[in-house]
């Protein structure tokens, strides 16, 4: 019974481990590069658990960031993971002693893994999301060390290592592309972030974009709530 | 100390983040909510998007050539394989190719 609800939690988790371990090699040699060593790959992986925000994170390392910049930029990237909760308010809503760990482990993937709902029908739901939530993040933290400990051995230079981050969301926003009906969203965020970063420079146009999408946004979901 | 205060903040909003909902919305989700938890996803990614590129010149040599080049690959093996892994694999090499080309 326990062995079988491991099983199906490993199987389950099975499409996201080859891509947290790319990901992680790729964060962890980004980060060594950057100066820190395996410790803070260890550290960011287990106690953020964000991946885009730990690529974001290493230039907030590196370029001498301040604490106030470092929450407002982690609010920014990970608004979404307001979203993720409010969708699976219901779903975790009786986990029990498993529910403070399935909310710190919602990653897009996790979310997108167990957002359907589905589990085995016999044992314990909650614990069955409980381990793939577990076995995503052991990928994740694995791969964060194996390649903060590979980037220091690596005979050639990891120079451009860093477009695994930009490739990353280039990847996402085609594929959320390609699934998507209604592309406005996503032409909203383009062209919004673009404006505000001919506007206000490279240094500051996050926040004034952030600001920017969530406003044409809103007032777009009004006129279509007006003309429904 | 001040990376690690830094790696501190960044861990804690996250689980702000992660954990409020679940302690406001306890009975049920706004309808304003829910809509933005539609349709704000994809627009943070486009955000994200614009966010990584802001540092290519195109007024200078290599001309972002080189980003653009590997942002076309990454968006033709995606539309082609739907694999998110196989396509930032072949836009990163290709990059890291290109840029030792470039020099």
């Known amino acids: 019974m326990e062995h079988q609800i491991v099983k199906q939690a490993f199987f389950k988790s099975l499409p996201v481990m080859a891509g947290y371990l790319v990901l992680g090699v790729g964060f962890g040699i980004l980060l060594r590069n950057a100066g820190y060593g395996v410790l803070w790959a260890f ?107 590979l980037g220091a051995v690596l005979p050639f230079s990891t120079a451009g ?29 383009l062209c919004s972030t673009l404006l505000c970063l001919v506007l206000f420079g490279r ?14 946004l809103t007032l777009l979901g009004r006129r279509k709530g007006a003309a429904a | 100390m001040r990376s690690a205060v830094l790696v501190a903040v960044m861990a804690l909003v996250t689980m702000l983040l992660r954990f409020l909902p679940f302690l406001i919305f306890r009975k049920r989700t706004p309808a304003y909510i829910a809509y933005l938890g539609k349709v704000l996803p994809p627009a943070i990614i486009g955000m994200l998007v614009v966010y990584c590129l802001k540092d290519v010149t195109p007024t200078a040599p290599p001309f972002g050539l080189p980003e653009l080049l590997a942002a076309v690959c990454v968006v033709g093996v995606q539309a082609w394989k739907r694999n998110a892994i196989a396509s930032i694999l072949a836009g990163t090499v290709l990059y890291m190719v290109l840029i030792r080309l470039a020099v």
């Open chain 1, 43 to 149: 550290a960011m992986s287990a106690f953020i658990y964000a991946g885009s925000m730990q690529y974001v994170g290493v230039g907030l390392l590196s370029g001498g960031a301040s604490a106030l910049t470092a929450a407002l930029t982690t609010v920014m990237v990970n608004a979404r993971h307001l979203f993720y909760s409010v969708s699976m308010i219901d779903r975790y809503k009786d986990a029990g002693r498993y529910k403070p760990y399935l909310i710190f482990a919602l990653t897009d993937e996790t979310y997108s893994l167990l957002c359907d709902g589905h589990a085995p029908a016999e044992g314990d739901p909650d614990r069955y999301r409980f381990l793939v939530s577990l076995f995503n993040q052991c990928y994740w933290v694995t791969g964060s060390v194996a390649g903060s400990l």
């Open chain 1, 203 to 216: 240094d500051r146009f996050l926040i004034p974009a952030m600001l920017l999408i969530t406003l044409v």
């Open chain 1, 161 to 189: 290592i860093e477009f695994s981050m930009t490739a990353l969301f280039i990847a996402s926003f085609t594929e959320q592309w390609l699934t998507a009906r209604d592309h406005v969203p996503a032409l909203t965020g």
